[in-house]
């Protein structure tokens, strides 16, 4: 497939769904790709992953990668196994916890592929992973590291800039500039009250704005985060049970721990057991000690956050984990239950009422975080299905993402852009926030659809 020969930009992915983030913006004789991040949820979202690249990868020069959860760079080890030899670029912080999740992921993938083997569950003879290991560490020799606000020089003319976005550490906005013109891309943005990051910076203005709507539906509320989940813990070890919570492994596991540990201080929870079943957050944790810079943590309250919990590193002390009787807290990924040990935890604690699930952090449609925060009480786990007794609790205080009420404020005090793309958001969430653009800011805006490419050039 040939190159545009007039600038432009296509949404690849992260519309009608918070997943897939993927644009890819050509100029120059150049292709640009910011972000590159797994489908999830949904069966035919899922799908997308298996498919070929919508460009060949060979032809990509180099990737923008805003921050490390793996809907914004997931499918990177498979874009380099399948041809793409360029550098990706991002901020230091995500080039370390990327060094974390995309080897993680890819050593889960083949883990359960193995396991869906050797239980015969899949529909295929001999189930793949969509990457490997291998893949991953692969990927990561073509990560380049750029400090917040340097230019990047892209060639051509081409540069491109790293702005906080809250959210995660190392989390970036990006503004791409070609012949002047700019294209600002919001990433994940974080909120100001948020416990354990500094707020986003504000939008500064550009030609053309896409931004996020994962909340563009709703607003958090005046939820106090600490007491909501002091709340469970208290009514839930009362009764002897276990909790068990699936947190996504950069940035809410940290969010959790560092809200216990503070509760356990004051005093506000009885003291049970804390277990840490992820060996990546184990590890991601670690990396917040060398980035005081990005979150508002103290040393102390960094340590306590550190030293809460008690580590499970193997899948022997995983499944003997399985075997023990609360009270106890477990937590573990993936948040949406997409994946990972925690499943194997649903299948041990998820049918006894007097143990409760409680969902941190976003649930997107088609996940089965977002079949048990809706209320149904089964789950197909492992090719069988699983009776889901134990109280299940959707945690409104802890969300990452700014809010609706929070986008508009973030980007309000801008000059108006030419036009304002939503994406990354579910299709109500993206609708809904794109009429608040237009009705209370009173800017051109529209939901942009799959594979669509718009022009970049100066209107005339």
Known sequence: MSISEKPSLRFLGATGTVTGSRYLIEAKGRRILIDCGLFQGYKQLRERNWKPFPVPPKSIDCVLLTHAHLDHSGYLPALVRNGFQGHIHCTPATAELCGLLLPDSGHLQEEEARYAKRKGYSRHANPKPLYTLEDARAALEHFRQTPFDKIL????????????????????????????????????????????MRGPRPFEGADILVTESTYGNRTHGHVDPEQELADVINRVTRRGGAIVIPAFAVGRIQG????????????????????????????????????????????????????????????????????????????????????????????????????????????????????????EQHLRLFGREIDIRAEVIQLEGMSGHADADELLAWMGQAKPPEMTYVTHGEPDSADALRYRIDHELGWRVRVPEHLERISLERPK
């Open 256 to 375: 959790v721990m560092l809200q216990i540990a503070q509760l356990r201080e004051r005093g506000a929870i009885p003291y049970v057991p804390v277990y840490l079943n992820s060996p990546m957050g184990v590890d991601a944790t670690a990396i917040y000690h060398n980035h005081h810079d990005e979150h508002h943590v103290s040393w102390d309250d960094c340590k306590a956050m550190f030293d809460l919990a008690e580590r499970v590193r193997t899948v022997e002390e995983s499944k003997e984990l399985n075997r023990r009787v609360g009270p106890m807290i477990i937590i573990s990924a993936s948040g949406m239950l997409a994946g990972g040990r925690v499943l194997h935890h649903l299948v041990s604690f998820g049918p006894d009422p007097k143990n409760a699930i409680v969902l941190s952090g976003f649930q997107a449609g088609g996940t089965r975080g977002a079949v048990l925060a809706r209320g």
């Open 153 to 196: 020089d892209l060639g051509e003319g081409i540069t491109a800039r790293f702005i906080p976005a809250g959210h995660l550490l190392g989390a970036a906005q990006i503004q791409v500039t070609v012949d002047g013109r700019t294209v600002h891309f919001s990433g994940d943005v974080g909120r100001e009250a948020d416990p354990l």
